[in-house]
């Protein structure tokens, strides 16, 4: 268990409306992800965080924040949802200890949204 | 940038059967990590098996071992005695040491076990 809890698991919105995903870690690691999974594209990388304040952008970042103001929470904001934001999210940490192994992400339980 | 390419969206074996997962990635990279996850219908992501580029050894996790071929950019799944509980999607990804801290997937294949 790599203590990730994300919130809220699941969530149907409208379009238009702002959402707040949150991911909490127990375990102080300084590496948080946030990905996207949609049938046939596998997971894709939003947004990252290599510390407090310190993020930067994956390859599907459009319409997403996120924003790092503790080590252990990352949030991932949708300022006006849209249904294309339809998707399920997941969080990952990744260890830099050397006995957990170098590039292993641990990852949430995901968070499926639904924007209608 | 590195591109990960799983070319079997889907694949079917039967129980105690073998099969093997495939994938493909392109890097200018030498050192560099890669991995199988496993995503079964409850959604959780499972590290399956990790392979460091450097290690001319292919990687062996129990049923689950590697086929990495290093200057093929080739780094297959192979799942021996295959149970029901294999049933998931799997995906391939890479992790470069140079430095972009980002793991990259591949689409995934969904393998399915019959009884």
């Known amino acids: 268990d790599a203590g990730i809890t994300q919130s809220p698991r699941h969530k149907v919105t409208e379009t238009g409306t702002p959402v707040t995903l949150r991911c909490h870690q127990t375990?102080?690691?300084?590496?948080m992800y946030w990905y996207r999974q949609d049938p046939g594209h596998g997971l894709r990388l939003i947004h990252y965080?290599?510390?407090?304040?310190?993020?930067d952008k994956g390859e599907v970042s459009d319409g997403y924040s996120v924003s790092r103001s503790k080590t252990e929470d990352f949030l991932l904001t949708l300022e006006s949802a849209t249904s294309s934001q339809t998707s399920v999210y997941f969080c990952?940490?990744?260890?830099?200890?050397?006995?957990?192994?170098?590039?292993?992400?641990?990852f949430g339980e995901g968070s499926r949204l639904t924007v209608l | 940038a590195q591109t990960v390419t799983q070319s079997q969206p889907e694949m079917s074996v039967q129980e105690a059967e073998t099969v093997t997962l495939s994938c493909t990635y392109d890097?200018?990279?030498?050192?560099?990590?890669l991995f199988w996850y496993k995503q079964p219908p409850s959604r959780q992501m499972i590290l399956v098996i990790r392979?460091?580029?450097?290690?001319?050894q292919n990687a062996t996790e129990n049923r689950f071992s590697v086929n990495f071929q290093k200057a093929a950019k080739s780094f297959s799944l192979k799942i021996s005695d295959s149970q029901l509980g294999d049933a998931a999607m799997y995906f391939c990804?890479?992790?470069?040491?140079?430095?972009?801290?980002?793991?990259?997937f591949g689409k995934g294949t969904k393998l399915t076990v019959n009884p």
């Open positions: 890097t200018s990279e030498s050192d560099y990590y």
């Open positions: 392979q460091e580029a450097y290690k001319q």
């Open positions: 965080s290599y510390g407090v304040k310190d993020t």
């Open positions: 990804a890479y992790w470069s040491q140079g430095g972009s801290e980002k793991l990259v």
């Open positions: 375990e102080n690691h300084r590496y």
């Open positions: 990952a940490i990744r260890p830099q200890r050397p006995s957990r192994g170098t590039g292993e992400l641990f």
